[in-house]
């Protein structure tokens, strides 16, 4: 049986050339990058050389990134670590004393990844003050609803650039360019006051995006997006598993989460997972030439999103949406396919439920996951569909398709000849209600 | 998570599947944790289950249990079937992920306001 994967938002298949290019740091150049010795210096070039491959493609400096285990932690230390480093007393070095602050506010919204809202749900029992943004039915973060809840003591917003589980866009320019207004405005309004009474500088807001599910398809470049901090994984750009990083802008202050050798400017101690790291530079590279090569020198900006990759797999997208549309009644499409990525299609097939769909396609060979509660493990309907305003029962019967680099067009059309019948066959199971 | 092969088997071709249109007793429940729902059809006579379906809105974990527990209790007395436990279709089933244990109760459930709607 030919399996059939459509999970890439789940993870993806490693690229061949990204395999190749770690295996030599494996057994050959195994050495601590941070020895100080041949071995050790042949491993940091590797190290290098990724971080270069990471800062072109954000438009950053290279010391401006940060290799963790993945955009959980990277998640984590932009989150907790820049909180962390505003409200102690004594962090020194790079929080200096005007940046210090009593009572940090946090904007984030409510479809974000539990990577980013554990944590901020963990500050909040501490104290922190947490405002989680409504979306709009199509999974959109109102800017408007944004703009006013920013406070006084706003003083880190994270968002998400692209929704895991339906694919929706976040307008994170726009949010980032806001942010940036108000403290250039802040700033402003401060240098005018008498020297001598006006006190210690104004607390800026930093930006967080969490980039996880847009590297494929996005811009991702930080400076045109205004962003401070950006997460990205590299098992979600068919890279290795195990590495991400975590891009900081120079002057944004934050304290490690986990402490030891001083790696990464002592931002993230610990051993360099050096084949990890060379896979994920090789594997943003591969994006990055991809990129570049469909739309010439010229444009940075919007431009670099619409590309032949995203164009084929939009394609192949509109493909599955029809064919299912056509062949069974009774479906809704919460994916808003004018406001989404190319790789997502989200659905509910109303009267059934969404693991037992799963499970049925996994055994004719065909991967997809659920937003159902029964497949939670805490028998919790998705937490992004209920935000939508999606109903319990319909969110009980969603399914994510979510395709990517290697989908083909012979794939789509066999998934739209097996669903039909198995939709039938479990809508025929369930009672009338 | 995995689920056993006697799980699957039951998942992919149910036993007792259905409705009985002129049936003795139905029971229904509901899971309202996870919004499942299971209704029972019973055919009775003399005591014993005659014949019984079910319909089953739910993950593969509360379909396989209601194939296998019908197929417990079908041709046994009331009383027999009435001593059904969770333990032992979830045994029957070669076992059931611990998340899924409360699935197994959705059956026992409707099945006991069957008997209990024939009794009344
Ligand atoms: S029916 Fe919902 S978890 Fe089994």
């Known amino acids: 049986m030919n399996k059939i994967y459509l999970d890439y938002s789940a993870t ?97 919204s409510s479809i974000e990844h539990p990577a980013i809202l554990e944590p901020c749900k963990k500050l909040e029992k501490e104290g922190v003050e947490v405002t989680y943004l409504p979306v709009k039915s199509n999974g959109v973060v109102d800017i408007e609803k944004f703009k006013k809840a920013i406070k006084k003591n706003t003083a880190l917003v994270s968002v998400m650039h692209v929704n895991n589980e339906v694919g929706s866009i976040q307008p994170i320019r726009e949010i980032g360019k806001t942010i940036k207004k108000i403290n250039e405005k802040k700033l402003k309004d401060w240098k005018k006051l ?77 051993t360099y997972n050096v084949p990890a790291i060379v896979g ?35 394609k192949l997208r509109n493909m599955l949406v029809d064919g299912i549309i056509k062949n069974i009644p ?50 919790e309907a998705s937490h992004v569909l209920l935000a939508m305003g999606i109903k319990q029962e319909i969110a009980h019967s969603s399914i994510r398709f979510s395709l990517g680099k290697y989908t083909t067009e012979a794939e789509i059309k066999k998934v739209i000849k097996i669903l039909p019948p198995i939709i039938k066959k479990l809508r025929r199971m369930s009672p009338e209600l | 998570m995995q689920y056993s092969k006697q799980v699957l088997k039951h998942f992919k071709n149910p036993h007792n599947q259905g409705n009985i249109k002129n049936a003795d007793a139905i029971g229904q429940a509901g899971n309202l944790k996870c919004g499942d729902v299971m209704k029972i059809y019973l055919k009775i006579k003399d005591n014993k289950i005659k014949d019984i379906k079910f319909e089953t809105l739910g993950c593969a974990a509360a379909i396989a249990v ?30 059931l992920p611990p998340v899924k244990v409360h699935c197994s109760m959705l059956a026992l459930e409707a099945l006991h306001e069957a008997i209990k709607k024939y009794k009344s």
């Open chain 1, 330 to 379: 009774n479906v809704v499409l919460n994916t808003d396919r004018k406001n989404a990525v190319p790789s997502h299609a989200n659905f509910s097939f109303l009267g059934v439920e969404g693991e037992s769909i799963l499970i049925s396609l996994d055994l004719e060979g065909v991967a997809v996951s659920t937003g159902s509660a029964c497949a939670s493990g805490k028998l």
């Open chain 1, 12 to 108: 993806t298949p490693m690229d061949k050339r990204v395999a190749q290019a770690m295996l030599p740091y494996f057994c050959d150049k195994f050495g601590n990058a941070s020895s100080i010795h041949n071995f050790g210096q042949t491993a940091m070039a590797g190290v290098d050389k990724a971080r270069e491959q990471a800062a072109k493609f954000l438009n950053c400096e290279p010391d401006e990134i940060v290799f963790t285990s993945g955009a959980t932690e990277s998640n984590n230390l932009a989150i907790t670590g820049v909180i962390k480093a505003l409200l102690r007393q004594d962090f020194g070095g790079q929080a200096s004393k005007q940046q210090r602050i009593k009572n940090p506010h946090i904007i984030t």
């Open chain 2, 66 to 95: 209601s194939s296998a527990t019908t197929d417990m209790i079908k041709g046994k007395t009331i009383d027999e079937a009435k001593k059904l436990t969770k333990e032992k279709i979830i045994k029957k089933l070669g076992g």
């Open chain 1, 280 to 314: 994920i530079g090789k594997a943003i590279e591969l994006i990055e030439n991809r990129k570049a090569k469909k739309q010439g020198k010229k444009k940075a900006g919007a431009a670099k999103s619409v590309e032949a990759n995203n164009l084929k797999i939009a």
């Open chain 1, 194 to 270: 008498n020297p001598k009474e006006r006190g210690e500088k104004p607390q800026p807001i930093y930006f967080h995006t969490d980039a996880t599910q847009s590297v494929n398809y996005l811009n991702c470049d930080v400076r045109w997006n205004y962003v401070d901090m950006l997460s990205m994984s590299g098992h979600k750009i068919q890279g290795p598993k195990g590495v991400g990083v975590l891009y900081v802008k120079t002057d944004v202050p934050i304290e490690p989460l986990q402490l030891g050798g001083h790696q990464e400017n002592g931002v993230r101690s610990g």
